[in-house]
């Protein structure tokens, strides 16, 4: 259990890695990150149905909102594709994937607009708290497991938890 609750972690640290490094300069830092994401995303997708579902949940929202738009992150989804049509994956749950798809593409949709709304609503969906809220009700009604969930509200958080950390630490960065 512990080595599944790492494995979301660093899923989640890794991708928000290549995903700021892949902002900043497309170089080899940005593409390491990119291909850890994407072993670790792989392990997830082989873990369990319930796991599975959650993380091509995330993939299916993040390149239908558009998120998968930088060279390194497109490698890293092509190296997700490549692992698990040789090596297998886990088939994910139909109904709570659709859900969660859909959460994640609206969190993502909203969060690129979130900074010109209300307090309230923009701290929702900063954070996209509209996935991790779905998470919780799909998990409750028993369509996926609560141990995967509570690994994915990790990866999501510690996600969350990076970009704060690499924002700041970019902000203190001499010029």
Not at 21 to 34: I, Q, R
Not at 50 to 77: D, E, H, Q, Y
Request: glycine residues 6%.
């Amino acid at each position: 259990m512990i080595y599944l609750l790492l494995t979301y972690a660093l899923a989640g640290i890794t991708l928000k890695a290549a995903d700021v490094y892949g902002e900043v300069k497309t170089d080899l830092k940005a593409y390491g990150f990119s291909i850890a994401a994407a072993f670790l995303f792989w392990l997830l997708l082989t873990e369990s149905p319930s796991t599975s579902t959650f993380m091509v949940a995330v993939i299916i929202g993040c390149v239908a909102s558009l998120k998968v738009n930088r060279p390194n992150l497109i490698v890293g989804l092509v190296i997700i594709a490549i692992l698990s049509a040789t090596l297998g994956f886990h088939t994910p749950i139909i109904w709570p994937l659709i859900t969660l798809a859909s959460a994640a593409y609206l969190d993502e949709f909203a969060h690129e607009r979130s900074s010109k709304w209300k307090h309230s609503f923009q701290l929702f969906f900063r954070y996209r708290c509209l996935l991790k809220v779905t998470a919780v009700i799909i998990a409750l009604i028993g369509a996926v497991t609560l141990p995967s969930m509570v690994g994915f509200l990790i990866f999501d958080i510690c996600y969350d938890l990076s970009g704060i950390c690499l924002e700041r630490k970019a902000s203190t960065k001499p010029n």
